[in-house]
């Protein structure tokens, strides 16, 4: 916006400066082209007096010796006639039998004045030629052809441009600097909102914007500080409410557990029905805390990314998803399914995505948590990952696909909504246990990294899930945090049921 507005100031005092100089420049042209014709004008006069004195005495010594003096002094020629056009006097190497020169003396005889009007320039160069008949009022004596250089006229032309356009320039430099002092006045205050505005719609505590550029903005900083400090203090309460909510109750939820399982060995055969449905319900609840805490803190970090950018992170995500490949696969065979690695090359290649180990295996544990779950007992999972085809920067694809019973289209829509799960039950017939905000936080994490997660449906049927992030410049850097036990620790709380 700065730019923008400094261009249209600038703009606007090139033309006002162009106003000004560009007709004192024609001015001061046409000024000194009037001087010389007015000197060579009145040169012309005397020597045209002094002809007709000559033509009335029959003595014309005075007029050549006067010529004679004059081209010896200025260096312009001369040439004088009577009216038979004999020459009376040539200087300076002019001639009456001239063709210019002829033509100008016939229309002198004729009583008609020559003075060029065209006005000089800087560039101008060479000589003008006046002529000036001899004699009173209608009485024709003689004729005076005058050769006059316009050098001397051209330099102090370009003298007095030259000082112009240093008076323009430095005008416009003057503007320049106003321009810049005052477009920082009223934009600074601007790009100080912004940035607050960006940091407040990413749910982090804005900095107080300083007051100040124009009374209307330094109103509206004011408003926006208070603005922001009530929305922010009620963002930071709510996360405060859901992580302390979700930490405060781990004790209860474990006393609780040991309670429950202290009590199973003095069952009765009759309750261990209840025991399991409310040892499930435990598990459900702890699944659900975990999730929250995992997506309060997913949201906290792709704001922080939102308004900062986050440092140069890069990780291979080929590598990422061999591992989550290796770790996952016991996991499906045990629920009855078959999870394959897709590669499109027999010698892995890396795949650089913008993020760290930790998150992308994150978003690769909720995937396939989620296709093992839903896909059903005999299902094929596929994991692939690769970069995006087509020009320019290429993304890197995580992408998971089942052959399960898949989403409606409706379904799609809500499938990263928080807490949505699919009402109807997996293909076993068994509901899936879930707290529908798997895909939530996956969203989240991407959203971070300027990536995005895409649900489409497969053929001939099934889900698949593309998790779609930049690609990273140098896939050879470092990657981001490194894979241990809290990667495997994490599956369970990371990735609850989604749809």
């Known amino acids: 916006m700065r730019t923008r507005v400094q261009a249209a100031l600038l703009l606007f005092a090139v033309i006002a400066v162009a106003a000004f100089a560009v007709p004192l420049l024609l001015f001061t042209a046409s000024d000194r082209t009037q001087q010389l014709v007015l000197a060579r004008s009145a040169d012309l006069d005397r020597f045209a007096s002094l002809m007709d ?67 000089l320039r800087p560039w101008s160069r060479g000589h003008r030629m006046f002529a000036e008949p001899a004699g009173t009022g209608t009485r024709v004596s003689g004729a005076v052809v005058l050769r006059a250089s316009v050098g001397t006229a051209a330099q102090e032309i370009t003298r007095r441009w030259a000082a112009v356009l240093a008076g323009a320039a430095l005008v416009a430099v003057a503007c320049t600097v106003l321009a810049r002092v005052a477009t920082g006045w009223v934009v600074s205050p601007l790009r100080r909102l912004d940035r607050a505005v960006g940091q407040l719609a990413a749910g982090l505590p804005p900095e107080q914007t300083r007051a100040g550029g124009p009374p209307e903005l330094r109103q509206l900083a004011t408003g926006f500080n208070r603005m922001a400090r009530t929305v922010t203090a009620a963002l930071e309460q709510q996360r405060r409410l859901v992580a302390d909510t979700s930490h405060q109750m781990r004790n209860p939820m474990a006393a609780l557990r040991l309670r429950v399982d202290a009590l199973h060995p003095h069952l009765a055969p009759s309750g261990a029905r209840t025991y399991d449905g409310v040892t499930t319900e435990l598990d459900r609840l702890e699944t659900l805390l975990d999730d929250l805490l995992a997506l309060a803190a997913a949201e906290h ?97 995580l992408t998971v696909t089942d052959d399960g019973p898949g989403l409606a289209a409706e379904e799609l829509a809500l499938a990263t909504t928080r807490f949505w799960r699919a009402g109807r039950p997996r293909r076993d017939g068994t509901a899936a246990a ?18 995005h997660l895409e649900l489409t449906p497969a053929e001939p049927r099934g889900l698949r899930v593309r998790a779609v992030l930049p690609g990273a410049t140098a896939p050879g850097a470092a990657p981001g945090a490194a894979l241990g036990a809290e990667g495997v620790g994490d599956r369970r709380s990371a990735h609850g049921g989604t749809p």
Do not use: F
């Not at 970069?387 to 890197?396: I, V």
């Not at 879930?434 to 990536?451: M, S």
């Open 301 to 397: 970090r792709a704001g922080e990314l939102t308004v900062t950018g986050g440092p140069g992170v890069r990780c291979d995500a080929a590598a990422v998803a061999a591992d989550r490949h290796r770790l996952w696969e016991p996991v499906a065979e045990r629920a009855g399914s078959r999870l394959v690695l897709r590669t499109a090359h027999p010698v892995p290649v890396p795949v650089p995505a913008a993020c760290t180990e930790r998150e992308l295996a994150q978003i690769a544990d909720i995937l396939l948590d989620n296709a093992i779950k839903y896909a059903g007992e005999g299902a094929e999972i596929t994991l692939h990952c690769a970069l995006a085809a087509g020009p320019g920067p290429r993304p890197a694809v």
């Open 53 to 119: 004195q000559a033509a009335a005495t029959g003595d014309t010594s005075a007029v050549a010796a006067e010529a004679r003096r004059y081209t010896q002094l200025y260096g312009e020629p001369l040439v004088v006639t009577d009216t038979r056009r004999n020459p009376v006097v040539q200087t300076g190497g002019m001639r009456a039998g001239d063709p210019s020169v002829a033509r100008l003396l016939d229309a002198a005889l004729r009583n008609q004045t020559a003075h060029p009007s065209a006005a």
């Open 434 to 451: 879930g707290t529908g905000l798997g895909l939530a936080i996956a969203e989240q994490l991407l959203a971070g990294r300027g990536g």
